[in-house]
């Protein structure tokens, strides 16, 4: 009887370290997880999704103002014609695009992640 209570113990120790590392892993790999923001195609900014920010980005006299609001990012101005990027709501798997302004909003899979890179 002593012997299936250890067994028993044993076995939901095993299963709630398993679950306690299943965790941690799906944590440490969202902590990591970032976009750029490519205007041209060349990044200007390279951002953790977990730090809450506006961005305003200016090219060529226009705008287009970003912003990454627990851990979700989406264009919340931009002043071309047709405001698609602005309707295209949260970035998902598809990036966002604003083809007036040539900017792309999409995941990146850096290891290294500065809080801007411009």
């Known amino acids: 009887m002593k ?3 250890i067994l028993i113990a044993v076995v939901i120790l095993i299963v709630v370290g398993s679950i306690l590392g299943i ?3 799906l944590q440490v790999n969202n ?4 976009i750029e923001i ?5 990044v200007l900014y390279t951002l953790n999704l977990n730090e809450d920010q506006i961005i305003d ?6 705008i287009n103002t ?8 989406h264009v ?9 990027c602005v309707e295209m709501g949260y ?3 598809l990036p966002i695009v604003c083809l007036p302004n040539y900017l792309t909003i999409s995941y990146s899979e850096t290891d290294n992640i500065d809080s801007s890179s411009r």
């Open 38 to 42: 490519r205007q041209d195609d060349k």
């Open 91 to 93: 970035l998902e798997n």
């Open 76 to 84: 919340i101005y931009a002043d071309c014609p047709d405001q698609t």
């Open 57 to 62: 980005i200016n090219y060529d006299g226009r």
């Open 23 to 25: 965790y941690y892993f």
């Open 3 to 5: 012997k299936i209570r």
């Open 66 to 73: 970003v912003e990454i609001k627990d851990g979700k990012v």
């Open 31 to 34: 902590n990591e997880q970032t």
